[in-house]
């Protein structure tokens, strides 16, 4: 007996009616592996959103630590501009204090220089003073020698003197253009050079001696100068 179309008609009509038939007609034409596949899609999906919802949870917990470490970067960016604001303070103060301490040092050289230089029998012309030509000369002092030849004492002056500030000190001494400077502020010359520490690096007289500077300290006069310069 041949089989029709009005025959296959009425199988999927009956198959539609008979779910029982249907899922027994699919058995018997798709391998148990594709049978599956429903099954295992379904715990593929369920698989695949758990772990969507455990990376969401996960995101969740990342977002909150970002949260956490941006709200302590803020207070470190505080804590940065409160010492800051600190330290700048301290800047201006410690300015302040190398302003007093220099001029202490500039006193400090007067009176001993004075001392020291009436002691070799100079003159000492008025009050000392500093001038400023491209670089601060801190006492200028007009003295008259015991031999009667007016000169000028351009001096120095360090709380802490170190063998560095002698030798730039002398560098500058021996500058044209520094004495063509002093001249023009009205101090010709010659000069006798002095350089003045409260307290002095050990090597600073031995390179004072070799430069021809005279030094000082709150003790006297260390080192003599060498003749006076034009």
Same mark, same amino acid.
């Given at each position: 007996?041949? @089989? #029709?179309?009005?025959?296959?008609?009425?199988?999927?009509?009956? *198959? +539609?009616? %008979? $779910?029982?038939?249907?899922? /027994?007609? !699919?058995?018997?034409?798709? #391998?148990?592996?594709?049978?599956?596949? $429903?099954?295992?899609?379904?715990?593929? +999906?369920?698989?695949? &959103?758990?772990? @969507?919802?455990?990376?969401?949870?996960?995101?969740?917990?990342?977002?909150?630590?970002?949260?956490?470490?941006?709200?302590? &970067?803020?207070?470190?960016?505080?804590?940065?501009?409160? &010492?800051?604001?600190?330290?700048?303070?301290? =800047?201006?103060?410690?300015?302040?204090?190398?302003?007093?301490?220099?001029?202490?040092?500039?006193?400090?050289?007067?009176?001993? *220089?004075?001392?020291?230089?009436?002691?070799?029998?100079?003159? *000492?012309?008025?009050?000392?003073?500093?001038?400023?030509?491209?670089? =601060?000369?801190?006492?200028?002092?007009?003295?008259?020698?015991?031999?009667?030849? /007016?000169?000028?004492?351009?001096? =120095?002056?360090?709380?802490? !003197?170190?063998?560095?500030?002698?030798?730039?000190?002398?560098? /500058?001494? %021996?500058?044209?253009? @520094?004495? =063509? +400077?002093?001249?023009?502020?009205?101090? $010709?010359?010659?000069?006798?050079?002095?350089? @003045?520490?409260?307290?002095?690096?050990?090597?600073?007289?031995?390179?004072?001696?070799?430069?021809?500077?005279?030094?000082? #300290?709150?003790?006297?006069?260390?080192?003599?100068?060498?003749? $006076?310069?034009?």
């Amino acid at each position: 007996m041949a @089989f #029709t179309v009005e025959d296959f008609e009425d199988l999927i009509k009956l *198959l +539609r009616e %008979r $779910p029982e038939w249907r899922q /027994r007609l !699919l058995e018997v034409l798709l #391998t148990e592996e594709f049978l599956k596949l $429903p099954v295992q899609f379904q715990a593929f +999906r369920e698989e695949v &959103l758990e772990r @969507f919802d455990r990376m969401e949870s996960q995101l969740g917990a990342v977002e909150s630590r970002l949260d956490a470490v941006e709200n302590r &970067l803020d207070r470190v960016e505080s804590r940065l501009e409160a &010492l800051e604001t600190q330290v700048r303070a301290v =800047e201006t103060r410690l300015g302040r204090l190398e302003n007093v301490i220099g001029l202490d040092a500039e006193n400090a050289a007067a009176d001993a *220089l004075g001392y020291v230089l009436e002691l070799k029998g100079f003159k *000492l012309a008025g009050e000392p003073g500093f001038v400023h030509t491209d670089g =601060e000369v801190d006492l200028v002092w007009d003295v008259e020698s015991p031999a009667g030849e /007016r000169l000028w004492v351009v001096a =120095e002056a360090k709380d802490r !003197l170190r063998t560095e500030d002698v030798y730039r000190f002398a560098q /500058r001494l %021996r500058d044209p253009g @520094f004495k =063509e +400077r002093l001249r023009a502020a009205g101090i $010709p010359g010659p000069y006798l050079p002095y350089i @003045f520490g409260i307290v002095k690096e050990f090597r600073a007289e031995r390179r004072a001696a070799e430069l021809g500077l005279g030094l000082i #300290t709150a003790r006297g006069e260390a080192v003599a100068p060498a003749a $006076p310069e034009s």
